[in-house]
């Protein structure tokens, strides 16, 4: 996609751009507020990443007086750390809700609707019958789990039923030589 060349040069679009052109300048603003918002979130996890390291080489104040400096200058990089920090939360609560109010017309879709199922014999589910949710499936698989170790109890059971007749059998020969 190009783009005018007003636009390119950091002018507003003229009178002459469409809802077309309106629609698109927003829908690529919205995705550069995506991108801005990922690279923020990845900022605060560095910057929490290093709070948390500084945190790591700090020593507590005990009383040495010959650590004094470290220690303050530590504490300093700690609390311009932390200012950082607050201020990239700021600026991503901008964004989130910049994108909110951007995406605010647009319908809302169920969690459950993005989740495909599949049937049995293979074919996805069309939602011609009721869907069938995570959770419902999750009972299911719980459920037959449960009757597997049920199963499972039963066949370590029958093992080791067979292990000590085998056992006896073999002494009673051993007995009887």
Request: hydrophobic letters at 35%.
């Amino acid at each position: 996609m190009s783009t005018p060349p007003l636009a390119a040069s950091g002018m507003a679009p003229g009178p002459f751009a469409g809802p077309q052109a309106q629609q698109a300048a927003r829908e690529v603003n919205t995705a550069s507020l995506c991108r801005i918002g990922q690279e923020t979130v990845q900022d605060i996890v560095y910057r929490t990443m290093e709070i948390f390291q500084l945190l790591r080489n700090m020593q507590l104040p005990n009383g040495v007086t010959y650590h004094t400096g470290t220690y303050q200058d530590r504490l300093a990089k700690l609390q311009d750390h932390l200012r950082q920090l607050s201020i990239l939360f700021r600026k991503l609560r901008l964004v989130y809700d910049k994108c909110n109010e951007n995406c605010g017309g647009m319908d809302p879709i169920p969690v459950e609707q993005l989740i495909p199922y599949v049937e049995e014999d293979g074919s996805k589910d069309d939602r011609a019958g009721p869907p069938r949710f995570a959770s419902e499936e999750r009972r299911e698989i719980a459920e037959v789990n449960k009757k597997l170790k049920q199963k499972n109890q039963q066949l370590k059971q029958i093992m080791d039923q067979l292990r000590n007749l085998i056992w006896d059998i073999n002494a009673m020969l051993a007995m009887r030589n």
